[in-house]
Nanobody, 114 residues
Framework: QVQLVESGGGLVQAGGSLRLSCAVT????????MGWYRQAPGKQREWVAS???????NYADSVKGRFTISRDNAKNTVYLKMNSLKPEDSAVYYC????????WGQGTQVTVSS
């Protein structure tokens, strides 16, 4: 059974940093791309960043230069390091297996105060 469990969200002041983690079980993790998405109240869920099985990364323009996605295949975990956070980064953040799968984590709340 595939499971994705996020952690690391919280409340932070603008300009601060957080690191999100997503632990994955039930698959051979190293073979899969992973993605981070976010959804703010009243808005559609949007893609934030992705990392391929060979660790090639891509970012949404809104987070490029501030966020870093990485993976640790030994720990079956994907990370999202978020620096220089802005109030508009406030959202529930989700990790996803690949870019088209039905497998999502439960989400972790990130709130950035101004």
């Amino acid at each position: 059974q595939v499971q994705l469990v996020e952690s690391g969200g919280g409340l932070v002041q603008a300009g601060g940093s957080l690191r999100l983690s997503c632990a994955v079980t039930g698959i051979t993790f190293r073979l899969y791309a992973m993605g981070w998405y976010r959804q703010a109240p009243g808005k559609q869920r949007e893609w934030v960043a992705s990392i391929t099985s060979d660790s090639t990364t891509n970012y949404a323009d809104s987070v490029k230069g501030r966020f870093t996605i990485s993976r640790d295949n030994a720990k079956n975990t994907v990370y999202l390091k978020m620096n220089s956070l802005k109030p508009e980064d406030s959202a529930v953040y989700y990790c996803r297996l690949g870019s088209t799968s039905k497998y999502w984590g439960q989400g972790t709340q990130v709130t950035v105060s101004s």
